[in-house]
C-alpha cells in the first residue's frame, strides 16, 4: 500500500522541483527594465551612426547578421559568449556579499596561466582524456582561486578595499604573464618554436571535445559553464552559503550578530570568485585555443561585470545577457565590414545598456515602468559597499 | 610603589610583544638589514658608483662605494628592528625610525640597481624631476578624488573621466587646429576640462539624482570611456589623418631655471604640470580655508547635520563632484596634449585607480594626496630607470615587466595598508535624501 503511495509522493515532488526551477529559470525579474534599456541603447547608438552618414538600420542589420545570420555564425557567437559567463559570475557573487571585485580579469589570466602549464606538462598525453580534461579545467579553478583569494585576504586582515586591490592585481598578473609566457632567457612558459609570445601547446588529451567548428570554435567548455550557471544558483539561493552571503552582503553586522564568521564568508566569497573566472579561462586554453597568449583576457573582466549588472546578479540571468554580450562583440566585425564603420559603436551600445540597467529610474521614468512592489529596492541601490574607496 | 619600582616590575614581568602593524613593519626592516649585510655586502660590486646632478657630457655628480652604503643603510635597519621591539619609552622613537627607514628604500634601491648594472652613474637630477612630471595626472586624479569623496560621492570613474576629457581634447584639437601648436591647442585644453566637468557632472546625477550605487555609477562611466574614446579615435581623429600633434612646450620659471647645475631640469616643465602646483594649493586653500570649503567636508562627514545647518547638499555634493571633474579633465589634456601629442586607446594605463590609492595614502587630504602621487610618480619614474639601466643579479637580467609592475606593486602595499589604516569621509557612498 504504501509503496506505489511513495512513489507517487516522489513523482509530485519531484515535478514540484522542476517547476520550482523553472519558474526561478525563467523569473527574470526586472525583465522589462533590461529590455527597454537595450531598446534604448540601441535608438541612441543609431543616433551616433547616423551623425558620422551611415544609415543605422544598415548597421544593425549587419551586426544582426554578424551575430545569428547562419548556423556557423550562431555558434561562433555562443562560444564567444562562453567565457563571459565565467566572468561575470565572478562578480556576481562576491556582489550578493557586498564586494565589488574588478579583479575578473587577472583572475582569468592567473586561472589560464595554470591552466597552460598543467595542460602542456610532458606526462599529459601519456594519460586519457578522461583525467587530463578534468585536471586542466580543476587547475585553472584553482588558479584563479587562489588568485582572487588574495583581495579577500588583504580585505579582512588589512582592510585594503578589493576595488583597487583588484584593479593592482589584475596589473601584476598581467606583467606576470607577459614575462612567463614572453620570456626567451631564461624560457618559463614560452613556446619557443613561436614567433609570438605564448605558451606551449597543451597535450591533445587535454583538449576539450569540439561542437562546432566555427570561429572561434564552439566546444564542451558551454556545458562546464552552463552546468557552473545552475550550482551557483543552487549554492545562492538553498544553501547555507548562499544564505551567509546574502546577509553580510545586506548588513555585515547582523551577520555577525548571528555567528556567522564574516571574515570567512569575504574570503570565501572572493576565492569562488576567483574559481569561476579560473574555470573560464581554462576553458578557454583547453577548448578555444589550446595555448594562451598573454592578451587574451582584455577587457574581458570589465565586460563581465557589465554582464552581471544587467542580468541583475542572477546566476540564470547571466547566460541571457552573456550571450546578447558575447553575440555582440562576436558579430560588429561584419558590421565594420559592411558598413565601413569602427566596431567600438558596440561597445557604446553596451555601455549604454549598462548604463541605463544601473540608473533604472530613468527606464522606468520615460517607459512608465512600475516599480515592483515585493522586489523592494534594486540591488544596485543598497548601500551595501562599505567605507570610501 | 613608586613609578620606578613600577616601570622595573614591569620589566620583570614576563615581555609580552604585541605583534601589531608597527612592529611586523619593524621587525621586515631589520630581516632586511640582517640580509643585507649578511648576504648582499659582501657580494656586491665595490667599484665606485656616481649619481650624476646634470646630463652628459662629464657632469657633476657624487661619487659613492656601493658595499659601504648598504651597510650603512643596513646598520639603520637594524636600529629600526631593535626600536620596534624595544619598551614604551621608544615608540615614538620607532615610528620615526619607521618612516626614515621607509624612505631610504630609495637610496637603497638606487645604490643597488647601479651597483649591479654595468652603468657607472645616473642622473638623479632628472630621475627626481621625471618622478614629478609623471606625478602630475596623479595628484591632478587625487584632488578630483578629494572634491568628490570629501563631499560624500565615491567617485572610481576618475580613470574614464580622463580618458574621455584626453580624447576629447585632442579630437578637438585634431578636428578644429588640425594638431599644429596656435591658440587652438589651448582652446583645446579648455575642452578637455569642460569634458571632465560634464562627465563629472553624469556620475552626480547618476550617484545624487538617481541614487545609483556609487560605484556602479563609476564602473559605468570607465566603461563608457572606453568606448567612446576609440569610437571617437577610429571615426574622427583618425579619419582627420592628424593623429599625433604639437604638445605644449616647456616653460622655465624665472631665475629659479637659470640656478647651476640642477636649475634648467627642476624648474623647466609643461604648463600643465605647473598648473597641477597651482591646483593642489588651491584646493588646499578652498577646501580647508573657506567657508564653501568647510560646508563640503560636513556634507561628506554628516550630511543631515549639515542640512540642519541650512546647507543645501545636494547642490554642493553637485558642485564639489563636478568641480572634480573638471580637475580631472585638466589631467586629461596632460596625458593627450603635454605628456604626448596624440591619443591612444586606453592611455590613461590606470592611473586614475593609482590616483585613488594616493588619496588613500594622503588621508584624504591635498598634500598627503600629493605625496602620494609623488610616491607612485617616483615608483614609475624608478621603474623605467632601472629598466633602461639593464639590472642584472648574478647573471640574470631582471625583467623589465618587473619594474613596469612596480608602481602597483607599490601601490597595493600601500592601500594593504603599510601606513596605518586611513579612514576615509564618514558619509561618502551613503545616497542622501532631502529630509521632508
Same mark, same amino acid.
Given at each position: 500500500?504504501?509503496?506505489?503511495?511513495?512513489?507517487?509522493?516522489?513523482?509530485?515532488?519531484?515535478?514540484?522541483?522542476?517547476? &520550482?526551477?523553472?519558474?526561478?529559470?525563467?523569473?527574470? =525579474?526586472?525583465?522589462?527594465?533590461?529590455?527597454?534599456?537595450?531598446?534604448?541603447?540601441?535608438?541612441?547608438?543609431?543616433?551616433?551612426?547616423?551623425?558620422?552618414?551611415?544609415?543605422?538600420?544598415?548597421?544593425?542589420?549587419?551586426?544582426?547578421?554578424?551575430?545569428?545570420?547562419?548556423?556557423?555564425? %550562431?555558434?561562433?557567437?555562443?562560444?564567444?559568449?562562453?567565457?563571459?559567463?565565467?566572468?561575470?559570475?565572478?562578480?556576481?557573487?562576491? !556582489?550578493?556579499?557586498?564586494?565589488?571585485?574588478?579583479?575578473?580579469?587577472?583572475?582569468? %589570466?592567473?586561472?589560464?596561466?595554470?591552466?597552460?602549464?598543467?595542460?602542456?606538462?610532458?606526462?599529459?598525453?601519456?594519460?586519457?582524456?578522461?583525467?587530463?580534461?578534468?585536471?586542466?579545467?580543476?587547475?585553472?579553478?584553482?588558479?584563479?582561486?587562489?588568485?582572487?583569494?588574495?583581495?579577500?585576504?588583504?580585505? +579582512?586582515?588589512?582592510?585594503?578595499?578589493?576595488?583597487?586591490? +583588484?584593479?593592482?592585481?589584475?596589473?601584476?598578473?598581467?606583467?606576470?604573464?607577459?614575462?612567463?609566457?614572453?620570456?626567451?632567457?631564461?624560457?618559463?612558459?614560452?613556446? +619557443?618554436?613561436? +614567433?609570438?609570445?605564448?605558451?606551449?601547446?597543451?597535450?591533445?588529451?587535454?583538449?576539450?571535445?569540439?561542437?562546432?567548428?566555427?570561429?572561434?570554435?564552439?566546444?564542451?567548455?558551454?556545458?562546464?559553464?552552463?552546468?557552473?550557471?545552475?550550482?551557483?544558483?543552487?549554492?545562492?539561493? &538553498?544553501?547555507?552559503?548562499?544564505?551567509?552571503?546574502?546577509?553580510?552582503?545586506?548588513?555585515?553586522?547582523?551577520?555577525?550578530?548571528?555567528?556567522?564568521?564574516?571574515?570567512?564568508?569575504?574570503?570565501?566569497?572572493?576565492?569562488?570568485?576567483?574559481? !569561476?573566472?579560473?574555470?573560464?579561462?581554462?576553458?578557454?586554453?583547453?577548448?578555444?585555443?589550446?595555448?594562451?597568449?598573454?592578451?587574451?583576457? !582584455?577587457?574581458?573582466?570589465?565586460?563581465?561585470?557589465?554582464?552581471?549588472?544587467?542580468?541583475?546578479?542572477?546566476?540564470?540571468?547571466?547566460?541571457?545577457?552573456?550571450?546578447?554580450?558575447?553575440?555582440?562583440?562576436?558579430?560588429?566585425?561584419?558590421?565594420?565590414?559592411?558598413?565601413?564603420?569602427?566596431?567600438?559603436?558596440?561597445?557604446?551600445?553596451?555601455?549604454?545598456?549598462?548604463?541605463?540597467?544601473?540608473?533604472?529610474?530613468?527606464? &522606468?521614468? %520615460?517607459? =512608465?515602468? &512600475?516599480? =515592483?512592489? =515585493?522586489?523592494?529596492?534594486?540591488?544596485?541601490?543598497?548601500?551595501?559597499?562599505?567605507?570610501?574607496? | 610603589?613608586?613609578?620606578?619600582?613600577? *616601570?622595573?616590575?614591569?620589566?620583570?614581568?614576563?615581555?609580552?610583544?604585541?605583534?601589531?602593524?608597527?612592529?611586523?613593519?619593524?621587525?621586515?626592516?631589520?630581516?632586511?638589514?640582517?640580509?643585507?649585510?649578511?648576504?648582499?655586502?659582501?657580494?656586491?660590486?665595490?667599484?665606485?658608483?656616481?649619481?650624476?646632478?646634470?646630463?652628459?657630457?662629464?657632469?657633476?655628480?657624487?661619487?659613492?662605494?656601493?658595499?659601504?652604503?648598504?651597510?650603512?643603510?643596513?646598520?639603520?635597519?637594524?636600529?629600526? #628592528?631593535?626600536?620596534?621591539?624595544?619598551?614604551?619609552? *621608544?615608540?615614538?622613537?620607532?615610528?620615526?625610525?619607521?618612516?626614515?627607514?621607509?624612505?631610504?628604500?630609495?637610496?637603497? *634601491?638606487?645604490?643597488?640597481?647601479?651597483?649591479?648594472?654595468?652603468?657607472?652613474?645616473?642622473?638623479?637630477?632628472?630621475?627626481?624631476?621625471?618622478?614629478?612630471?609623471?606625478?602630475?595626472?596623479?595628484?591632478?586624479?587625487?584632488?578630483?578624488?578629494?572634491?568628490?569623496?570629501?563631499?560624500?560621492?565615491?567617485?572610481?570613474?576618475?580613470?574614464?573621466?580622463?580618458?574621455?576629457?584626453?580624447?576629447?581634447?585632442?579630437?578637438?584639437?585634431?578636428?578644429?587646429?588640425?594638431?599644429?601648436?596656435?591658440?587652438?591647442?589651448?582652446?583645446?585644453?579648455?575642452?578637455?576640462?569642460?569634458?571632465?566637468?560634464?562627465?563629472?557632472?553624469?556620475? *552626480?546625477?547618476?550617484?545624487?539624482?538617481?541614487?545609483?550605487?556609487?560605484?556602479?555609477?563609476?564602473?559605468?562611466?570607465?566603461?563608457?570611456?572606453?568606448?567612446?574614446?576609440?569610437?571617437?579615435?577610429?571615426?574622427?581623429?583618425?579619419?582627420?589623418?592628424?593623429?599625433?600633434?604639437?604638445?605644449?612646450?616647456?616653460?622655465?620659471?624665472?631665475?629659479?631655471?637659470?640656478?647651476?647645475?640642477?636649475?634648467?631640469?627642476?624648474?623647466?616643465?609643461?604648463?600643465?604640470?605647473?598648473?597641477?602646483?597651482?591646483?593642489?594649493?588651491?584646493?588646499? /586653500?578652498?577646501?580647508?580655508?573657506?567657508?564653501?570649503?568647510?560646508?563640503?567636508?560636513?556634507?561628506?562627514?554628516?550630511?543631515?547635520?549639515?542640512?540642519?545647518?541650512?546647507?543645501?547638499?545636494?547642490?554642493?555634493?553637485?558642485?564639489?563632484?563636478?568641480?572634480?571633474?573638471?580637475?580631472?579633465?585638466?589631467?586629461?589634456?596632460?596625458?593627450?596634449?603635454?605628456?604626448?601629442?596624440?591619443?591612444?586607446?586606453?592611455?590613461?594605463?590606470?592611473?586614475?585607480?593609482?590616483?585613488?590609492?594616493?588619496?588613500?595614502?594622503?588621508?584624504?587630504?591635498?598634500?598627503?594626496?600629493?605625496?602620494?602621487?609623488? /610616491?607612485?610618480?617616483?615608483?614609475?619614474?624608478?621603474?623605467?630607470?632601472?629598466?633602461?639601466?639593464?639590472?642584472?643579479?648574478?647573471?640574470?637580467?631582471?625583467?623589465?615587466?618587473?619594474?613596469?609592475?612596480?608602481?602597483?606593486?607599490?601601490?597595493?602595499?600601500?592601500? #594593504?595598508?603599510?601606513?596605518?589604516?586611513?579612514?576615509?569621509?564618514?558619509?561618502?557612498?551613503?545616497?542622501?535624501?532631502?529630509?521632508?
Amino acid at each position: 500500500m504504501s509503496r506505489p503511495g511513495k512513489a507517487e509522493a516522489g513523482i509530485t515532488r519531484a515535478s514540484g522541483h522542476l517547476h &520550482r526551477l523553472l519558474t526561478e529559470a525563467w523569473r527574470l =525579474q526586472p525583465l522589462y527594465v533590461s529590455l527597454y534599456a537595450i531598446l534604448l541603447s540601441f535608438l541612441i547608438g543609431g543616433v551616433l551612426i547616423s551623425m558620422i552618414g551611415v544609415n543605422p538600420l544598415t548597421a544593425y542589420w549587419a551586426l544582426l547578421r554578424g551575430m545569428v545570420g547562419n548556423g556557423e555564425r %550562431l555558434a561562433g557567437s555562443l562560444a564567444r559568449s562562453v567565457p563571459f559567463i565565467g566572468s561575470a559570475l565572478a562578480l556576481a557573487l562576491p !556582489f550578493r556579499a557586498g564586494l565589488f571585485n574588478i579583479g575578473a580579469e587577472g583572475q582569468l %589570466l592567473a586561472g589560464g596561466l595554470t591552466a597552460a602549464y598543467v595542460g602542456a606538462l610532458s606526462w599529459m598525453s601519456d594519460v586519457p582524456g578522461i583525467v587530463a580534461i578534468p585536471l586542466i579545467l580543476i587547475a585553472g579553478t584553482m588558479g584563479g582561486a587562489a588568485w582572487g583569494g588574495i583581495p579577500g585576504v588583504l580585505r +579582512t586582515k588589512t582592510g585594503a578595499h578589493e576595488v583597487i586591490s +583588484t584593479i593592482m592585481l589584475n596589473s601584476v598578473v598581467l606583467f606576470a604573464a607577459r614575462w612567463m609566457v614572453g620570456s626567451r632567457d631564461p624560457v618559463v612558459l614560452r613556446d +619557443t618554436d613561436s +614567433t609570438v609570445p605564448r605558451t606551449d601547446p597543451i597535450a591533445d588529451t587535454a583538449v576539450l571535445p569540439e561542437l562546432v567548428d566555427s570561429q572561434p570554435v564552439l566546444h564542451t567548455g558551454l556545458f562546464a559553464l552552463l552546468g557552473l550557471c545552475v550550482v551557483v544558483a543552487f549554492m545562492l539561493n &538553498r544553501t547555507n552559503f548562499g544564505f551567509e552571503i546574502a546577509t553580510v552582503g545586506l548588513n555585515p553586522h547582523a551577520a555577525h550578530y548571528a555567528g556567522m564568521n564574516v571574515n570567512r564568508v569575504i574570503v570565501l566569497a572572493m576565492a569562488a570568485a576567483g574559481a !569561476f573566472a579560473g574555470l573560464a579561462a581554462a576553458s578557454e586554453v583547453s577548448g578555444t585555443n589550446g595555448h594562451l597568449q598573454p592578451g587574451t583576457f !582584455f577587457l574581458m573582466g570589465f565586460d563581465g561585470i557589465a554582464i552581471a549588472l544587467l542580468a541583475r546578479t542572477k546566476p540564470v540571468a547571466i547566460i541571457a545577457a552573456a550571450l546578447l554580450w558575447g553575440s555582440m562583440l562576436s558579430g560588429a566585425p561584419l558590421m565594420q565590414q559592411e558598413a565601413d564603420m569602427s566596431i567600438d559603436v558596440v561597445r557604446i551600445i553596451q555601455a549604454l545598456v549598462l548604463l541605463f540597467v544601473a540608473a533604472d529610474a530613468i527606464v &522606468r521614468y %520615460l517607459f =512608465q515602468v &512600475r516599480e =515592483q512592489g =515585493q522586489q523592494g529596492q534594486s540591488p544596485f541601490q543598497a548601500a551595501s559597499v562599505e567605507g570610501a574607496v | 610603589m613608586t613609578t620606578l619600582e613600577h *616601570a622595573s616590575s614591569l620589566a620583570h614581568a614576563p615581555q609580552r610583544v604585541r605583534l601589531d602593524r608597527g612592529t611586523i613593519t619593524s621587525l621586515l626592516f631589520g630581516l632586511l638589514g640582517v640580509a643585507l649585510i649578511a648576504g648582499v655586502a659582501p657580494a656586491i660590486d665595490s667599484t665606485t658608483r656616481r649619481f650624476n646632478l646634470e646630463r652628459p657630457p662629464d657632469p657633476a655628480g657624487i661619487g659613492f662605494h656601493p658595499p659601504t652604503w648598504i651597510i650603512a643603510i643596513s646598520v639603520f635597519y637594524l636600529i629600526t #628592528a631593535i626600536l620596534g621591539f624595544s619598551p614604551h619609552a *621608544a615608540r615614538r622613537w620607532a615610528g620615526l625610525s619607521r618612516v626614515l627607514s621607509a624612505l631610504g628604500l630609495v637610496p637603497l *634601491a638606487l645604490v643597488l640597481s647601479l651597483a649591479l648594472s654595468d652603468n657607472a652613474g645616473t642622473n638623479v637630477t632628472n630621475l627626481f624631476s621625471q618622478s614629478l612630471v609623471l606625478a602630475t595626472p596623479l595628484a591632478l586624479g587625487a584632488t578630483t578624488g578629494l572634491w568628490s569623496e570629501r563631499s560624500g560621492i565615491i567617485n572610481i570613474g576618475i580613470e574614464g573621466t580622463m580618458l574621455a576629457s584626453a580624447g576629447v581634447g585632442y579630437m578637438t584639437y585634431a578636428v578644429v587646429g588640425e594638431a599644429s601648436a596656435t591658440g587652438w591647442l589651448w582652446f583645446s585644453i579648455l575642452i578637455s576640462v569642460l569634458a571632465g566637468g560634464l562627465v563629472a557632472a553624469l556620475h *552626480a546625477v547618476l550617484s545624487i539624482r538617481f541614487g545609483v550605487n556609487q560605484i556602479v555609477s563609476g564602473v559605468v562611466i570607465n566603461l563608457f570611456a572606453l568606448g567612446l574614446t576609440g569610437f571617437l579615435r577610429s571615426e574622427v581623429i583618425f579619419r582627420t589623418g592628424n593623429t599625433s600633434g604639437v604638445s605644449t612646450s616647456d616653460v622655465g620659471l624665472p631665475l629659479l631655471s637659470s640656478i647651476p647645475v640642477v636649475g634648467e631640469q627642476l624648474f623647466r616643465g609643461g604648463p600643465i604640470y605647473w598648473m597641477m602646483y597651482l591646483v593642489v594649493f588651491g584646493t588646499w /586653500l578652498v577646501m580647508f580655508r573657506t567657508p564653501w570649503g568647510l560646508r563640503v567636508r560636513s556634507c561628506g562627514e554628516n550630511p543631515h547635520a549639515a542640512e540642519t545647518l541650512g546647507i543645501n547638499v545636494l547642490r554642493v555634493r553637485y558642485q564639489s563632484v563636478i568641480l572634480g571633474g573638471l580637475i580631472a579633465g585638466l589631467a586629461g589634456a596632460w596625458f593627450s596634449m603635454e605628456s604626448q601629442g596624440g591619443f591612444e586607446d586606453n592611455m590613461t594605463n590606470a592611473a586614475g585607480f593609482i590616483a585613488l590609492a594616493a588619496l588613500i595614502f594622503g588621508k584624504w587630504t591635498p598634500w598627503g594626496a600629493f605625496g602620494g602621487a609623488l /610616491l607612485f610618480g617616483f615608483s614609475r619614474a624608478l621603474g623605467t630607470r632601472l629598466q633602461f639601466l639593464g639590472v642584472e643579479v648574478s647573471g640574470f637580467e631582471i625583467p623589465s615587466e618587473f619594474f613596469q609592475s612596480l608602481p602597483f606593486v607599490v601601490t597595493l602595499i600601500v592601500v #594593504a595598508g603599510a601606513v596605518g589604516r586611513s579612514v576615509g569621509p564618514a558619509a561618502a557612498g551613503a545616497p542622501f535624501q532631502k529630509s521632508r
